[in-house]
């Protein structure tokens, strides 16, 4: 199993996963013809897709999603209320293409079990998802605003692990943001702070992660140092082991293997 991030921000994310013949992107917050370009940096055709599946409803998540599905014939998986929202009653999915999931019950698309994981955003039905295969698991949480006991459940046992540390918040509260934006995005259905998703990955982690990749990362309100410095905080790693999935170009394509894995433990 392989993952790789084509842009992760608030300008637009999208990440992909692969499993044999199996290519979900998850996603699709630029534009149709911004997302063939960035897919095509990670050698990807966008016929090569198998499914776009969909977090949420939020424009840097679902911006070129229906003409990518209608222009190249594309599945999509979402949640009704994701389905229902504004922007694709504006611009609507061809309807055979279209799949309803629910937000506890897995499906798989082709050789990957999905598992959906609702979270608290605030967006109508949104969900996170954790990828499986007989051998695998990798989660994915971002557009997180607080950590339920139902997330840190879910997330165990991971091999890689795609975490949003969206700001810092301090740098936020003393960032260009307005008050009612910067309470929104610290709020319980905004996003995750780096100290919250460094108690989450505290939580759910174990020896078995071999990728840990940092998401979603505010240009405004976050600095990199200040992430490292939180996550490995949290669970006594090499800061050299964490990535960054940045807005540009994501991050390139990570493989799982069983021995890959080696990680340097910082002295105390």
């Known amino acids: 199993m392989r993952f790789a991030s084509i842009g992760s921000g608030s300008e637009g994310n999208g990440t992909l996963l692969a499993y044999g013949d199996t290519l979900i992107l998850l996603d699709c917050g630029f534009s149709a013809k911004e997302t063939v370009r960035r897919l095509r940096e990670k050698n990807v055709e966008p016929e090569q897709l198998t ?4 977090t949420h409803e939020h424009a840097d998540h679902i911006k070129g999603v229906s003409v990518l599905s209608s222009r190249y014939n594309i599945p999509v998986y979402l949640t009704w209320g994701t389905f229902c929202c504004k922007p694709l009653q504006q611009r609507p999915l061809i309807e055979s293409l279209v799949t309803i999931i629910t937000p506890h019950d897995m499906f798989t698309i082709g050789g990957i079990d999905v598992q959906p994981v609702p979270v608290p955003h605030d967006a109508r039905e949104p969900t996170q998802f954790v990828f499986s295969t007989a051998q695998w698991r990798v989660g994915v949480l ?33 960032g260009p943001y307005p008050q009612s934006l910067k309470r929104r995005v610290a709020g319980d259905f905004g996003h995750l702070n780096n100290q919250q998703a460094a108690l989450l990955l505290k939580a759910v982690y174990s020896e078995r992660l071999q990728h840990l990749v940092v998401t979603h990362v505010s240009q405004k309100n976050n600095a ?13 790693c090499c800061p050299d082991w964490i990535r960054i999935a940045d807005q540009d170009r994501g991050i390139e394509w990570q493989v799982l293997t069983r021995n890959e894995r080696i990680l340097e433990e910082v002295s105390l």
Not at 51 to 54: E, M, Q, T
Not at 143 to 170: K, M, P, R
Not at 224 to 236: E, I, M, Q, W
């Open 51 to 54: 499914a776009i599946l969909v």
């Open 224 to 236: 990199l140092d200040r992430v490292k410095s939180a996550l490995v905080g949290a669970v006594n």
């Open 142 to 174: 971002t557009d997180v605003g607080s950590i339920t006991s139902h997330i840190i459940s879910v997330y165990q046992d991971c091999d890689a692990l795609l975490l949003e540390c969206n700001h810092d918040f301090e740098l936020l509260m003393n």
